[in-house]
Structure formats: C-alpha cells, structure tokens
C-alpha cells in the first residue's frame, strides 16, 4: 500500500509558475510508474506527465510539454511538478498517482494503470 500526500497548489496569475509536491510512503522502484493528472470540474482525469520509479524516463502530454516537469527525489521519497508559463486552463484539482509498470511502460494518458492516488490539491490560474 503507497500512500500519496501532494502539496503546493495555490492560485497564480498566467505566466506564473508553481511547484507540486507529492510525499510518498514507500521506497518506489523502476518497477513502478509515477504520474500526475488532473481533472477539471465536470471532465475526466486528464494525464500530465509520467516517470519512471526511482527518476528514470519521463512522458508529457503535448499540452504541457515545454512548460511542466516532473522529477522525483529518492532520498526524499517526493515526487515534483515543476509548473512554468501557466495557463487558465490549466486549472484543474492535480492529483499524483502510482502504479505497478506495465508491458507499455509508463504512460501519463492511462489512469486505470494507476492503483494509488493522492487526494489531490488545487491549482488556480487567472488571466
């Protein structure tokens, strides 16, 4: 059982940037993926960015490619999300999820491939 805490949502301005946090409970090997979605009110998870266990491979979405990064500490057991040029629409509630990596690898647009997930922080961005 992985238990998932994120920090570090808040409200900015566009352009802004933000910095997500997600404390984990388990030393995560290369056998398991680490993600990040998030979901706006009324849509479903929409997948960010994945990682490879322990700070390997790295996937973004197109739609954050460029201006997200995630990256994870070993020694702290934290996964991050490194959030630069926000836009409005990227308010969203973002949630850090974890799951055994598959035959596919690990990929941030498949959130049933995910069996632990955080409870979420909010992410607010005004024009």
């Known amino acids: 059982q992985v238990q998932l805490v994120e920090s570090g949502g808040g409200s900015v301005q566009a352009g802004g940037s933000l910095r997500l946090s997600c404390a984990y409970s388990?030393?995560?090997?290369?056998?398991?993926?680490m993600a990040w979605f998030r979901q706006a009110p009324g849509k479903a998870h929409e997948g960010v960015a994945a990682i490879v266990g322990g700070g390997g491979s790295t996937y973004y979405a197109d739609s954050v490619k460029g201006r997200f990064t995630i990256s994870q500490d070993k020694d702290k057991k934290t996964l991050y999300l490194q959030m630069n040029s926000l836009k409005p629409e990227d308010t969203s509630v973002y949630y850090c999820a974890a799951g055994t990596r598959t035959t596919w690898g690990c990929r941030y647009n498949s959130p049933t491939e995910y069996k632990y997930w955080g409870q979420g922080t909010q992410v607010t961005v005004s024009s």
């Open positions: 388990q030393y995560i090997s290369s056998g398991y993926c």
